[in-house]
């Protein structure tokens, strides 16, 4: 069996993953708070952790692992979505207003999701549909001396964990109340003291509990739902870096505290966050987008997923035009390439290592097109036998898919046979054959500009005239030529 090694926050090392149960692969991933559209940055994670549950499927068998994934519902944002929307006429009382809001975001998301080619996981629980769960656990945690009733709210008592809390992030609690914005209030026994529950107005969502009506805190969400799903010791929790502190900080601590003679997550992986143009995204620098934005603008989830693979997971990753071109192209040179072709059992041996060291996508890549070229080199060798070509090519197809590419769901914006390019090409061809004569080559000059516009590879040779579909072709353009 493949042995895959992955770099834990926890131990600021690489290990050998070894797993609780090679029976049942447990993974616990953050998942988004559903109050708008999943912008880029919030797509990183999910293609990531996508990659390892592919892998870890491939290795350990499909059935043998389990893959959770969150979703927050309750939150301040999409109470403030569903009162504007209230005030604005909508139908429904505030409570409702959420719950539609909630249920149109989870559909956006997991349709751009999709869209990325992202396999949805196991379990995708509601942070709503796991209340009582929460209550228990906050008043097991109040009986053990780790939480604390306040005027309606109840928080965790960090004091009775100071030894161990800040072990992920390596930060002291004067390190901490020093670097973050900490709510100062004046029923916190301690400023790092975190809510586990809060008040609820009538009209906003709430559930009755012995604190009175009110809702969970963020952290206790997560602590509550991975318990329930996966047990009080699982293999790997997963997230952005920037969830390191405070919210799985907070996690590990009510969860621990909770269940003592659990280990929680074994393993802990964080992805660095993302830029654009060399940039950190932001509104204010009008570098802002989400993920449908560029599959409205005609960017196919393939490509964006695609750039997201070129950069190790824990490395910052750049999101460029350029970098989007070029994976378009490379794509539709991979996916002329495999036309036709069933992918083999396994991945090749060389593109699985890459992975297994730590997810390393870029490695994985790299292997991918020292492949192609291998496929290409035999393919000029006349002297090959037919069935070692076809046996490269599905070992290829195979590669690709396990780092979630080539996927015949997700190759429609590649397919190009149903646009007849004939009629453009012996366009060109006239043109050219006029312009030798008269030595006017402007209309040759026009039809190529528009060709090349429309994202069309021009190729002229004694032979005549080859248009080839490159990276951005559009064949609506073509219309106006």
Not at 68 to 82: E, G, L, P, S, W
Not at 191 to 216: A, I
Not at 322 to 338: D, I, N, S, V
Not at 424 to 447: N, Y
Request: net charge negative.
């Amino acid at each position: 069996m493949t042995t895959i090694k992955l770099h834990n926050t926890r131990t600021r090392t690489k290990e050998d993953f070894v797993p609780i149960s090679a029976d049942n692969v447990r993974m616990y991933v953050c998942g988004p708070t559903v109050y708008d559209r999943a912008h880029l940055g919030n797509a990183r994670p999910v293609v990531v952790f996508d990659v390892l549950y592919r892998l870890l499927r491939q290795t350990y068998g499909a059935d043998h692992v389990t893959y959770v994934r969150n979703f927050t519902d309750v939150d301040d944002k999409i109470n403030a979505t569903a009162l504007a929307r209230q005030q604005a006429g909508a139908a429904g009382t505030l409570e409702q207003l959420v719950q539609e809001r909630s249920d149109e975001t989870i559909g956006w998301y997991l349709h751009d999701m999709g869209a990325l080619g992202a396999l949805e996981p196991n379990e995708m629980p509601r942070a709503t549909q796991y209340i009582d769960q929460m209550i228990a656990m906050i008043e097991d945690l109040i009986a053990k001396g780790h939480a604390y009733a306040a005027e309606g709210h109840v928080l965790f008592a960090v004091d009775s964990w100071k030894e161990q809390y800040g072990a992920l992030s390596g930060r002291s609690i004067d390190d901490m109340i020093a670097g973050a914005r900490v709510e100062v209030a004046p029923y916190k026994k301690n400023p790092m003291d975190f809510v586990l529950w809060k008040p609820s107005t009538d009209e906003l969502p709430g559930w009755d509990s012995p604190w009175g009506r009110g809702r969970p805190g963020w952290h206790i969400e997560c602590s509550a739902m991975s318990y329930e799903l996966l047990g009080e010791s699982f293999d790997i929790h997963g997230g952005g870096n920037d969830l390191m502190f405070p919210h799985h900080e907070n996690e590990i601590a009510q969860s621990k505290c909770a269940h003592p003679h659990g280990e929680f997550a074994k393993v802990w992986l964080h992805n660095e966050m993302l830029q654009v143009e060399g940039k950190k995204m932001s509104k204010s620098l009008g570098n802002f987008f989400t993920v449908h934005d560029l599959l409205e603008q005609g960017v196919p989830g393939e490509v964006i997923r695609f750039v997201f693979l070129q950069t190790h997971y824990r490395k910052p990753m750049d999101w460029t035009e350029k970098k989007a071109r070029e994976a378009e192209a490379t794509l539709r040179k991979w996916r002329a390439l495999t036309a036709g072709i069933e992918p083999a059992a396994s991945a090749a041996p060389a593109v699985t290592a890459a992975l297994s060291d730590d997810l390393n996508t870029a490695g994985a890549l790299a292997e991918l097109h020292r492949l192609e070229r291998q496929i290409n080199r035999q393919e000029s060798a006349s002297n090959d036998p037919v069935d070692l070509h076809k046996g490269l090519l599905a070992n290829f197809l195979a590669s690709a898919q396990l780092l979630g590419l080539l996927e015949p769901e997700m190759g429609a914006w590649a397919d190009t046979d149903s646009v007849d390019l004939s009629a453009h090409a012996d366009r060109l061809a006239d043109a050219r054959a006029v312009a030798m004569q008269s030595k006017d080559f402007s209309e040759v000059d026009r039809l190529k500009a528009a060709y090349v516009a429309a994202g069309l590879e021009v190729r002229m040779s004694k032979d005549g005239v080859e248009l080839v579909p490159g990276a951005g072709f559009d064949a609506a353009k073509l219309e106006e030529v």
